[in-house]
């Protein structure tokens, strides 16, 4: 159910939609029990979610709140109704039974506290915190308020449901306050009201007052000890019947004020049960950061950093406890319900627990997505768990959590590092020791099978820092099966320090195993070290049955030494890519050959995320990201197809595997993405949705944006560009068995993304009402385009897309050039790449290498020696040259290509080890400066041919010889196998076949 | 000035062992009765917080278990404070607390009193004349062994047994009357709380406290609030208030997790101390947290319900061990908590109106009156217990000051040559604690009295090394107690010739010792005022003062020319001992005198008050000394503003000139040859002032950079407690004559606290030239010079050392240990 939708850029430029599903920072905010204590309310940042106590199932989202909600209200006599008051200056009256909004009051300041007074209906204490100086008054200029020019103020107010005609107040547009009742520099920290007293606290002082309009405020006294750092005050609570205050300290002491109202007497008289008594309740040992008192006023519930609700009973200081309530978590806050038969406690953990006070146990607990703070996965922080299509995100502290986004409900948890959660262990306080706790362990990598609905296998990898000599983390990967008699994931077998390295992905891959006909499933791992290995299930002996296998490493290879950042698998588990430095070397994971290497101009850049493209009906093409660009290799030519600048550093990487699309996200940086010209802000009204783009961009200057750009492979445009404020920690397709739902609301949306604010929102090109959604376009267009490849000469180098109808295309360039401004580049080079007799004008890093021309053009113009037969063999079968055959010069090396081409790939050279072959890229230079000289490659093949091998010679390792005939004059190839074949035929075999 | 060295005797061998306080009764007076273990009853004095009297305890009489002041039974006594003590001896005392004597001994008849309770009302009868006439009584009851409350009526007579309550079954541990009715509480060891009438002695109600299973909870205390509330003190650690109107329980606060076994109320009906074994002291307090709202939202909600509460507004620990008593001393001025228990430390805490932020004020663990003697020349010191004296021979260092060629630096430690050692321990058969010895110069005779007789014993002290043991004979021709009473105090002239007793008949006797006899030269009766014609009207304020006073001091000068003696009406007279006459009396100070001594081998008596304020006067001359007259006015507020008393008033020959005043935690220097600076005074007023604002609260003088140090404090003991009975003999820097530093002789390598402190020392006695402070030693509890002023002598007793030989307090599982 999709929460919250954000106007953001979408008024104008209807290209994306962003829709919060689910996550987010939770609001500590008090629970609110209505309904007859049937339903209590829980916030989450904007949202106000009606939950069911019998169940936890969530009966309605409040949706409509601009700002983060600061606080909650039942209303005092209908228990349907609720107030919430939020950041964006209203506040709001909802009817919780069919979740629709009453009445909003707007005010003049964001609203950072409120409460009622239940002794006067309609009567509400709302604080506001204004900043004085700036005209910028944004909601978010003003939770942080500077010290000096800030005001804080709480003030009556008394927002009547119905107003009469005769009312003046109906005729203001900002209702006025019936008193001011305290004022201060510092903001508010609570605001607690019961009938006859309202109280209100910043972090050291506690100020209370009469509800009388002539009664003065009171300050009331801390306690005079001497503390080695004063105490902040961390929550406030008022009696409910009585002038009884009391305050939570983060000393971890309660302070009870009796008789609030009164002043302190210095010398005992006969009246002094008149004065104000101050009594200390000390068990907590952490700070009390919940506090409520019972509606019967007669218990008091405190809760603190250790997870253990704390029932005072207030007349006798009896205490019971519920002990283990949050996992661990702090408790944040605690909510009663009006019959005192419940009490709501908000975790740290992102849960809601309803615990019942007669039986001190747990009734019903909501958990949230856990996702917080530094709990994010390596890399990308959702993945999709194939066999529930959940998204797994990482919880608490060395947990996994399984989620279902589209219903905003907690699946499953699984522990991946089993510990003691002591809590104050880590020295920290508040948020400190929720980042303290992260440190201590963590779940770095979760992999799983991809059999569908059929994967057993899950590998996390996790850090535990401190369990060592020496302080280094200690790091352990676990295979976990899936248990379907117990629904749960089980540690199957772990290995402690798989590399030596820090251990950047993990994959499943299943291998099909061409004796038994059934597949095996390999976990490759890469790490820093330089290292990849592939794990297997050992085979199972036998003779010993009871004994169950273990995975055990299978193999390791490297490639140069290079630091690899990640591997990807082809759908057909045929080819293994490995991002190895700035080269991608692909690699036959059955029989660990390596098979080739894909280069790309920017050597300097390393290969950050590589992924084969999805869609088994496309160009089988590879995705690679560096620091900087977008690369797409056609596997068909091993070389770029196109690559794009992303304006910015790359940090994620998602192919959805059935449309073949795939989403890219970068870090935008401050001056980067907007041109120079264009850094001022453009307030001028120009409807273009380019510099409306521009204005957002210009708008967030200063905080680093993410800017998510979805493609096809066969087209450097994007086909829509979201930005999204601050980083993104993750982002994934969802399963597309969701897109109904989305659909109805007339969104292509399938892209997933962790928002900076850690919520999931479902990201995708908006279409209008009425229309088809543009997925369902671009995948046809994907289709056509597929399905009409083109029979030029340069096809098989551009991909079809280059050579589809020019007007199309540059229609398509056009609107992708006001997009955004960064793309111009690719814009140009859409443009231009229809102009097929200039394309030696583009940039030479763009084209491909001219060995790649020189040869098909070769083959074009002149006869072949062989027969079609043997052409076929040629394109089919690279010409892996041996070491030795490469080195016995140009001749001689197409006569070993035909031979070997034909003795097919037996040959396989043990030592091959490419320490200095440069690739392709290092030709490529050669042949650039060549083209600068405008000799015509076409005219001198030969002596083109002859000047690469003169220098291939010189290199102390022969290079490659490539060829690029095998698309000419046969249709592109459409499945998997034909398209790694073709692909291993540039590459070198070179692999190391280890044994675990 | 004669800059010289002192070498400085640093005795820990003074075992004493103070002993715990039992009960604690606050009287209207001002004067706070503590009941010691050993039987002594202390009266202190709630104005200044001083050690006035002892009253000795009955030796193997039991402990006293409670005391209370009676004010005024009777018209002709309308105005005279009664003290009655009972204990588990099973006798109601009341005592003199002139002569310190039982008065008269009532046996309750019910076997050991576990409690007693006092309730004093005004009864209006009429006479014939049919014209009304007020009287007070007093109705005593007492919580008995055997099960029954006995009431007693208190009047002139004495006590006289009233009636007896309807018997229980078990222990009788707690009573207290009823402010207004005619109702008395009584707790038991059955956890039962039964409430009596006092005029038909049948049970009224049966209140029973919460027990745990299988055990009866003991009602340890028991008290009325003015309103009538009855709050209840029980083994649980309960402390429960129960409404006298409908005998049911309005609130019990498990505050203590041990037993509570003392509570303290006052007049004000809505505060309550507590205390117990756990020995922390919880306040509560009563609090209306009523509101006023609009009455129709009040009608839905029973706001009522919960308003009124007791509820725990305070927390405090002072003790080290179980608080068995406490008291509450609200009259005007004082406003202060004084508890007391197995650790026997008399603890004050001040402005308890504010109680969980009062200070806190460990007295002395010592009394007043040092317990110690020196004999100066034949270097032998005496110390008290209570039931025996002890004598040791002062240790002998290597005079070094020929050998090393030159005088040492401060805190250099000296060889030994001969440790200390205890020569004699003498085992007095006494009726009663000791309370005065004194042993003379020449180390020949002791003097020891109990309350009833004084004896004189012949001591022979065998030598070093000697297979002899040192023969102490009582000479059984000293007068018997028929002559001669009991002694409050003792002093031998300084050459040994005579004897001065100060009698509990506040007769002061010089006895001359002599081979032929011990005839008594003078009996001085200046202290027994006016018999009869004693009317006292103003407790602490005694001018004009006429009736009989106990004699608390005695100095004989150094030439055995004059004797002073003073008693606790602040008179003090001055004796010439070669006439027998009686000479001059000093004009009557303001406040009591603490101590007095002629000093300097002249006339000039040295008199300090309990406001710290020092006078000298001249007893040839008759008047204040000059150097007093000019001076005394100035004393500098860091001295005015110690707590602690000045015990002690000494001078030295080698530095004529200087007085030492030395009291529990620090020395006092004055350099009578100097004045007074002006800017280190502050004005009598002031300081007055500053007292009753907030007690005698150390000061934040500039020059108190002493503070840092521990000046009676624990940490202070750490390091002494290795030194632990041992002889010690330093070397001290001369120039304020003080003995500045001490290394113990046991330790040879380490460098010791007290050097650490003398440099602090050092400081301070710089900043003012004519007055210097030390805090050098722990707990004094007596320093004094040998022959010639050429040696010193410090008696400490670290606190540490006492609380290791009391049993182990109270323990607590922990969280995390």
Redesign the interface.
């Known amino acids: 159910m999709p929460r919250s939708t954000k106007a953001g850029t979408k008024e104008t430029e209807p290209c994306t939609s962003s829709t919060v599903l689910c996550g987010g920072v939770p609001s500590s905010l008090r629970v609110v029990f209505v309904g007859g204590g049937k339903l209590f309310c829980a916030a989450t940042a904007s949202t106000v979610n009606v939950m069911s106590v019998e169940n936890g199932m969530r009966v309605h989202a409040l949706v409509g709140h601009g700002g983060e909600i600061t606080g909650m209200v039942a209303h005092p006599s209908n228990e349907f109704l609720i107030y919430s008051a939020s950041l964006d200056s209203t506040v709001k009256l909802w009817d919780v039974s069919d979740g629709s909004l009453i009445k909003t009051w707007t005010f003049k300041e964001p609203v950072t506290l409120i409460a009622s007074d239940?002794?006067?209906p309609e009567a509400f204490y709302l604080a506001f915190t204004s900043v004085a100086d700036t005209s910028n008054s944004t909601p978010a200029a003003s939770t942080t308020p500077k010290k000096k020019d800030s005001r804080a103020t709480v003030e009556k107010f008394l927002l009547k449901l119905l107003e009469t005609e005769d009312d003046e107040h109906s005729k203001l547009r900002y209702p006025r306050p019936l008193e001011i009742i305290f004022s201060n520099r510092m903001p508010f920290k609570a605001l607690h009201a019961?009938?006859?007293?309202v109280a209100v606290c910043t972090d050291q002082k506690i100020w209370v007052k009469?509800?009388?309009i002539d009664d003065e405020p009171k300050r009331l006294n801390l306690?005079?000890k001497q503390y080695a750092t004063p105490p902040k005050i961390m929550t406030l609570a008022c009696?409910?019947?009585?002038?009884?205050v009391s305050a939570g300290l983060s000393s971890g002491e309660i302070l009870?004020f009796?008789?609030s109202?009164h002043e302190y007497?210095?010398?005992?008289?006969?009246q002094?049960?008149?004065q104000t008594?101050?009594?200390?309740l000390h068990w907590h040992?952490n700070p009390v950061t919940a506090l409520s008192f019972s509606n019967d006023?007669?218990t008091l519930f405190s809760g603190g950093l250790e997870s253990v609700i704390v029932l005072w009973q207030?007349?006798?200081?009896?205490r019971r406890f519920i002990p283990r309530i949050g996992n661990g978590s702090p408790l944040l806050s605690l909510g009663v319900s009006p019959d005192d038969r419940f009490v709501g406690v908000v975790c740290g953990d992102a849960s809601v627990r309803i615990v019942g006070v007669a039986d001190l146990a747990v009734k019903t607990s909501v958990v949230g997505l856990k996702s917080k703070g530094k709990r994010v996965l390596n890399g990308n922080a959702l993945v999709k768990d194939p066999r529930s299509g959940m998204m797994v995100v990482a919880g608490s502290s060395g947990c996994l959590q399984f989620y279902d986004v589209w219903g905003d409900v907690n699946v499953m948890e699984v522990e991946a590092v089993a510990q003691n959660r002591i809590v104050g262990s880590t020295g920290g306080s508040g948020e400190d020791s929720v980042v303290g706790e992260d440190a201590l362990a963590a779940v770095k990598l979760v992999a799983f099978e991809r059999e569908g609905k059929q994967s057993r296998w899950m590998a996390t990898l996790d850090e535990r820092a401190g369990m060592t000599v020496g302080g280094e983390p200690e790091v352990s990967l676990k295979f976990w099966m899936w248990d379907d008699v117990n629904q749960v994931y089980s540690v199957y077998t772990r290995v402690t320090s798989p590399h030596d390295g820090e251990v950047t992905s993990m994959h499943f891959v299943a291998l099909p195993n061409e004796e038994t006909g059934k597949k095996t499933t390999v976990l490759i791992t890469t790490s820093l070290d330089a290292r990849f290995k592939m794990w297997e299930l050992a085979a199972v002996d036998s003779s010993a049955r009871d004994v169950e296998p273990n995975w055990v490493q299978r193999s390791q290879g490297f490639y140069r030494d290079a630091p690899i950042y990640d591997a990807a698998t082809s759908a057909d588990a045929s080819m293994l890519a490995i991002a190895a430095g700035s080269v991608i070397s692909l690699w036959d994971p059955a029989t660990n050959i390596m098979c080739a290497t894909l280069c790309h101009p920017h050597s300097e850049e390393h290969v950050l995320k590589v992924a084969f493209s999805g869609s088994e009906s496309d160009v089988p093409c590879l995705i690679g990201i560096t620091a900087s660009r977008c690369y797409v290799w056609n596997l068909l030519t091993g070389s770029v197809w196109w690559s794009v600048d992303l304006g910015g550093v790359g940090n994620g990487l998602s192919v959805d595997s059935e449309t073949g699309r795939f989403v890219v996200s970068a870090m935008v940086h401050d001056q980067k993405d907007v041109g120079a010209e264009d850094s001022g802000v453009e307030l001028d009204g120009t409807s273009s949705s380019k510099k409306k783009t521009k204005k957002v961009l210009a708008q967030k200057l200063g905080t680093p944006n993410t800017r998510i750009l979805e493609f096809h492979p066969s087209s450097p445009l994007p086909t829509w560009i979201h930005v999204a404020p601050g980083k993104v920690h993750g982002l994934s397709y969802a399963p597309s068995e969701h897109a109904p739902s989305l659909r109805a609301k007339h969104t292509s949306a399938r892209v997933l993304i962790m928002s900076s604010t850690f919520e999931i929102e479902v990201v995708g090109a908006v279409t209008p009402k009425g229309t088809v959604p543009s997925t369902e376009i671009s995948s046809k267009q994907a289709a056509v385009t597929a399905a009409t490849p083109s029979q030029s000469l340069f096809s098989g180098i551009y991909g079809a897309e280059a050579f589809q109808d020019p007007t199309a295309t540059i229609q398509k360039a056009a609107e992708s050039a006001k997009r955004d401004s960064t793309l111009q580049s690719a814009g140009i080079l859409g443009s231009e790449m229809n102009q097929r007799l200039s394309f030696m004008d583009t940039a030479s890093h763009l084209m491909l290498a001219p060995v790649k021309l020189a040869l098909p053009f070769f083959d074009a113009i002149l006869k072949k020696r062989d027969s079609e037969q043997e052409s076929l063999d040629r394109t089919a079968w690279d010409l892996s040259a041996s070491y030795e055959s490469a080195n016995g010069g140009a001749d001689q090396m197409d006569e070993d290509t035909v031979v070997q081409g034909n003795e097919k790939r037996e040959h396989i050279s043990t030592e091959a080890t490419f320490k200095d072959v440069e690739g392709l890229e290092f030709l490529g230079d050669v042949f650039k400066g060549m083209m600068a000289r405008k000799d015509s490659g076409s005219a001198n093949g030969g002596a083109m041919q002859a000047k690469l091998l003169t220098i291939t010679k010189s290199t102390p390792v022969p290079p490659s010889t490539p060829t690029a005939n095998g698309v000419q004059g046969k249709k592109p190839s459409g499945t998997p196998s034909s398209a790694s074949a073709s692909a291993k035929k540039s590459g070198k075999p070179s692999a190391k076949k280890k044994s675990a | 000035m004669v800059n010289q060295m002192v070498p400085v005797h640093r005795c820990r061998f003074v075992a004493h062992m103070p002993s715990g306080i039992n009960a604690l009764a606050y009287g209207e007076h001002g004067k706070v009765a503590c009941a010691r273990a050993n039987g002594d009853i202390e009266v202190w004095d709630a104005a200044t917080w001083t050690l006035e009297r002892r009253v000795p305890g009955i030796g193997g009489g039991g402990s006293i278990e409670s005391v209370s002041w009676v004010s005024g039974a009777g018209e002709s006594m309308a105005e005279k404070v009664r003290l009655f003590s009972a204990g588990l001896d099973g006798f109601v005392t009341e005592w003199d607390t002139i002569s310190l004597a039982p008065v008269s001994r009532v046996e309750s008849g019910g076997g050991a009193v576990w409690s007693m309770a006092v309730k004093s009302f005004k009864r209006v009868e009429e006479d014939e004349g049919n014209e009304s006439v007020e009287s007070t009584e007093h109705i005593m009851a007492l919580a008995c062994e055997d099960g029954r409350v006995r009431l007693f009526s208190v009047d002139t007579q004495g006590v006289v047994l009233k009636g007896v309550c309807d018997r229980m079954d078990s222990r009788v541990l707690s009573v207290a009357f009823h402010p207004t009715k005619n109702m008395v509480a009584a707790g038991s060891s059955d956890s039962c709380i039964r409430i009596y009438s006092t005029t038909t002695f049948r049970l009224l109600a049966r209140l029973t406290v919460d027990t745990r299973s299988g055990e009866d909870t003991l009602v340890w205390t028991l008290a009325y609030l003015s309103d009538g509330t009855l709050v209840a003190g029980d083994s649980l650690g309960t402390v429960s208030f129960w409404d006298m109107s409908s005998f049911t329980l309005m609130r019990a606060l498990k505050a203590h997790l041990a037993d509570v076994l003392c509570l303290a109320v006052g007049k004000d009906p809505s505060v309550v101390f507590s205390s117990g074994v756990d020995r922390r002291v919880i306040q509560f307090s009563l609090v209306d947290n009523a509101l006023e709202v609009q009455q129709n939202y009040m009608k839905k909600k029973s706001s009522k319900l919960y308003a009124k509460n007791w509820v725990l507004t305070g927390d405090r620990r002072f003790h080290s061990h179980d608080v068995r008593a406490l008291a509450l001393c609200e009259s005007k001025p004082f406003d202060a908590l004084v508890s007391g228990g197995v650790d026997a430390t008399f603890i004050v805490s001040k402005t308890i109106s504010k109680f969980p932020e009062c200070k806190q004020e460990r007295k002395a663990m010592f009394p007043q009156n040092p317990l110690i003697s020196l004999a100066k020349d034949a270097r032998l010191l005496l110390a008290r217990f209570d039931d025996h004296v002890k004598i040791w021979e002062l240790g002998q260092f290597v005079s070094d000051a020929s050998t090393s060629g030159g005088p040492g630096r401060a805190g250099d430690k000296l060889d030994i040559l001969k440790k200390e050692r205890l020569i004699a321990e003498v085992k007095i058969k006494n009726l009663t604690n000791l309370t005065a010895s004194a042993i003379s110069n020449d180390g020949k005779f002791i003097a020891v009295s109990d309350l009833f007789s004084t004896r004189l014993f012949e001591i022979q002290v065998s030598p070093r090394n000697a297979r002899v043991h040192t023969r102490v004979t009582r000479l059984k021709e000293f007068p018997s107690p028929s002559e001669i009473p009991g002694s409050t105090s003792i002093e031998f002239t300084p050459d040994s010739k005579r004897l001065v007793l100060a009698g509990t008949d506040s007769i002061v006797r010089i006895v001359a010792i002599s081979d032929a006899g011990f005839p008594i030269l003078a009996q001085l009766t200046q202290h027994r005022g006016t018999v009869g014609s004693g009317n006292r009207k103003n407790a602490s304020s005694n001018v004009g003062f006429t009736g009989r006073e106990l004699v608390s001091s005695l100095a004989v000068s150094e030439d055995s020319q004059w004797l002073a003696t003073g008693d606790l009406a602040n008179r003090i007279h001055i004796f010439n001992l070669d006439s027998m006459k009686h000479h001059v009396t000093v004009p009557h100070f303001k406040s009591q005198h603490t101590t007095f001594s002629f000093v300097n081998q002249s006339s000039a008596l040295v008199i300090t008050l309990n406001t710290n304020e020092v006078f000298m006067y001249d007893a040839e001359q008759r008047r204040l000394t000059e150097w007093s007259r000019q001076n005394s006015h100035l004393i500098p507020e860091r001295l005015l503003s110690r707590p602690e008393h000045v015990m002690g008033v000494e001078s030295s020959e080698a530095a004529p000139g200087k007085i030492v005043l030395w009291s529990s935690d620090y020395m006092c220097t004055l350099d009578t040859h100097k004045p007074l600076l002006a800017n280190d005074m502050s004005s009598t007023r002031k300081r007055k002032k500053s007292r009753t604002r907030n007690g005698s609260t150390p000061s934040k003088s500039p020059l108190d950079s002493t503070k840092l140090l521990p000046t009676n404090g624990s940490a202070a003991i750490g390091h002494s407690i290795n030194v632990n009975d041992n002889g010690a003999i330093t070397i001290s820097d001369s120039e304020d004559e003080i003995p500045s530093t001490v290394t113990p002789m046991d330790i040879d390598t380490k460098p010791t606290y007290a050097s650490i402190v003398s440099h602090a020392a050092t400081r301070t006695s710089t900043a003012g030239n004519a007055v210097s402070m030390q805090f050098t030693y722990g707990p004094t509890m007596f320093f004094g010079f040998l022959h010639g002023g050429a040696e010193a002598v410090v008696v400490e007793r670290p606190i540490l050392s006492v609380i290791d030989a009391l049993p182990p307090g109270f323990y607590r599982k922990r969280y995390g240990t």
């Open positions: 239940p002794s006067t019961s009938a006859g007293l009469g509800a009388g306690p005079n009696h409910p019947t009585t002038a009884l009870m009796h008789n109202l007497s210095l010398t005992p008289s006969i002094s049960h008149h008594a101050l009594q200390i040992a006023g007669t207030v007349e006798t200081l009896k």
